[in-house]
């Protein structure tokens, strides 16, 4: 158990349907931020907040996205994905941008059919 | 030229034996070192950080980094069966304003 938690595990959906993603942290940290984990790839950093603000966005498509209600909660909301845009999504967290020792929840692995 | 360059291997070493992973980077400005173990269908998890030139040691992990050569490496002494996992080697870019970028990993398999 890292303190960082995410649901759903597991998600599959298709072309056309709207989910959402959800992180949870206790660990007080103010930085937190979604990676994508593709095979064979590195992780992609897709977005960064720090104390609920948007601080990057990776060029990432505009049918991800990010919202951060407060420093505890981050989602990910997803609408027309692609078949490629089957990945296994992390998210992490981390006491601030300046520390950037991040610590990672389990992740969703999501299948886009 | 990437960021992060990793061998993704696998790399099989006898059990007991010494395990090193290896890991070039790209910006010369970067500050703090990291490595994430990470077994299969799991998240990544923090294991070391290391921020100056030298050896880093705890436990049956020892990180080295050396700045010069924009290398930083990660050994495992006595490598156990259950070693045996994905290594992320992840650096803080200062060209990516501080932002942590990964490697692809390197795949490590212990033989018993």
């Known amino acids: 158990e890292t303190g960082v938690t995410q649901t759903p595990r597991h998600l599959v959906m298709g072309m056309t349907n709207k989910k959402s993603l959800k992180c949870e942290q206790h660990l007080g940290h103010n930085a937190m931020y979604w990676y994508k984990q593709s095979a064979k790839k590195p992780l992609e950093l897709m977005f960064v907040y720090s104390l609920e603000e948007r601080v990057e966005n990776n060029s990432v498509p505009s049918r991800f996205s990010p919202e951060c209600p407060n420093s505890s909660h981050l989602f990910l909301h997803l609408h027309t994905l692609q078949p490629e845009d089957s990945a296994l999504y992390l998210c992490a967290s981390s006491q601030d941008l300046g520390l950037p020792e991040a610590f990672f929840g389990q992740g969703t692995r999501l299948t886009v059919v | 030229q990437k960021e992060v360059e990793q061998n993704s291997g696998p790399l099989s070493v006898p059990e007991g034996a010494i395990a090193s992973l290896n890991c070039t980077y790209s910006d010369r400005g970067s500050q703090s070192f990291f490595w994430y173990r990470q077994y299969s269908g799991k998240s990544p998890e923090l294991i070391m950080s290391i921020y100056s030139n030298g050896d880093k040691e705890d436990g049956r992990f020892t990180a080295q980094l050396n700045k010069a050569s924009q290398y930083v490496s990660l050994l495992i002494r006595d490598s156990q069966p259950s070693d045996s996992a994905t290594y992320l080697c992840?650096?803080?870019?200062?060209?990516?304003?501080?932002?942590?970028?990964f490697g692809k990993g390197t795949r490590l398999h212990i033989l018993p």
């Open positions: 992840a650096v803080n870019s200062m060209n990516r304003d501080d932002k942590i970028i």
